[in-house]
């Protein structure tokens, strides 16, 4: 009854996931895992077809729905469509860590991982940029306990737009705020209707923009109770998740 859900929250745009679909009507070893899902398991992996044989020690994990295959959240991806998929993992440059991440919270096939590394590993880009690229350092955040105890902030701009979006560590649920005006005042007023809502976090997030570096911003925090701090990595990884595939 969930299923229909699992396509909904994939953050696959809609024509992606037509040809997904596509692919994997087309491809054999998808069509024989459907099979195997739907029919059951044998007791040994030997009696698999062998294409089938690298799923079965997940194959507790495993569903379909809307004629695609899933692991838990993720989507399988049929052979044809991987290396189209790495492309997109890989279409801002971020490095490595980042691109994984993305790559495990919604897709999966066999050897997925060791295959972004090399792709990554090989891309002519990031190793034009230098290796400061590629050996991107991710600060693994713990995750707090409870929602907006710790948020990250960050401005974007769209359509000639500016907005504020507040992400919130504990659920990753996100805020965005249209801006009148890009100063600190402006970003205040709107982490002031945020937090009013959602409580006041411990902790805020952010790059060191001139609108969280000012002793405006400074002393709103320390008014506010919470600690600021600079962290420009949580935002290059944020920026990577909210991004459409
Ligand atoms: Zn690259």
């Known amino acids: 009854m969930e299923q229909v859900n699992l396509v909904d929250h994939l953050p696959i745009a809609r024509p992606l996931?037509?040809?997904?679909?596509?692919?994997?009507?087309?491809?054999?070893?998808?069509?024989?895992i459907?099979?195997?899902v739907m029919n059951g398991w044998p007791m040994r992996q030997q009696d698999l077809p062998s294409g089938v044989i690298p799923y079965f020690h997940i194959r507790d994990e495993l569903s379909i729905a809307n004629g695609l295959i899933f692991r838990g959240e993720r989507v399988v991806i049929p052979k044809s469509m991987r290396q189209g998929m790495i492309e997109r993992l890989h279409a801002s440059h971020l490095g490595e860590s980042s691109c994984l991440k993305r790559a495990r919270e919604c897709l999966y096939w066999p050897n997925m991982n060791?295959?972004?590394?090399?792709?990554?590993?090989?891309?002519?880009?990031?190793?034009?940029?230098?290796?400061?690229?590629?050996?991107?350092?991710?600060?693994?955040?713990?995750?707090?306990?409870?929602?907006?105890?710790?948020?990250?902030?960050?401005?974007?701009?769209?359509?000639?737009?500016?907005?504020?979006?507040?992400?919130?560590?504990?659920?990753?649920?996100?805020?965005?705020?249209?801006?009148?005006?890009?100063?600190?005042?402006?970003?205040?007023?709107?982490?002031?209707?945020?937090?009013?809502?959602?409580?006041?976090?411990?902790?805020?997030?952010?790059?060191?923009?001139?609108?969280?570096?000012?002793?405006?911003?400074?002393?709103f925090g320390a008014k506010w109770n919470s600690s600021t701090q600079l962290h420009l990595h949580f935002i290059l990884r944020q920026m990577g998740k909210w991004k459409m595939l």
């Not at 996931?17 to 024989?32: G, H, I, N, R, S």
């Not at 590993?121 to 713990?142: N, S």
């Not at 907005?163 to 890009?182: H, K």
């Open 17 to 32: 996931l037509e040809e997904l679909k596509q692919c994997t009507a087309k491809d054999e070893v998808m069509q024989e």
């Open 34 to 36: 459907q099979a195997v």
């Open 114 to 219: 060791s295959e972004v590394k090399n792709y990554i590993q090989r891309c002519d880009v990031c190793r034009a940029m230098g290796t400061r690229q590629q050996k991107e350092p991710l600060k693994q955040h713990e995750i707090p306990e409870r929602p907006w105890a710790k948020v990250g902030a960050d401005l974007f701009v769209l359509d000639s737009r500016d907005y504020l979006v507040i992400t919130d560590y504990y659920s990753n649920f996100i805020e965005v705020d249209y801006l009148t005006t890009t100063t600190s005042s402006g970003v205040i007023h709107k982490m002031k209707a945020q937090f009013a809502r959602h409580g006041i976090p411990e902790e805020v997030v952010t790059d060191n923009g001139p609108q969280f570096t000012s002793d405006e911003f400074a002393k």
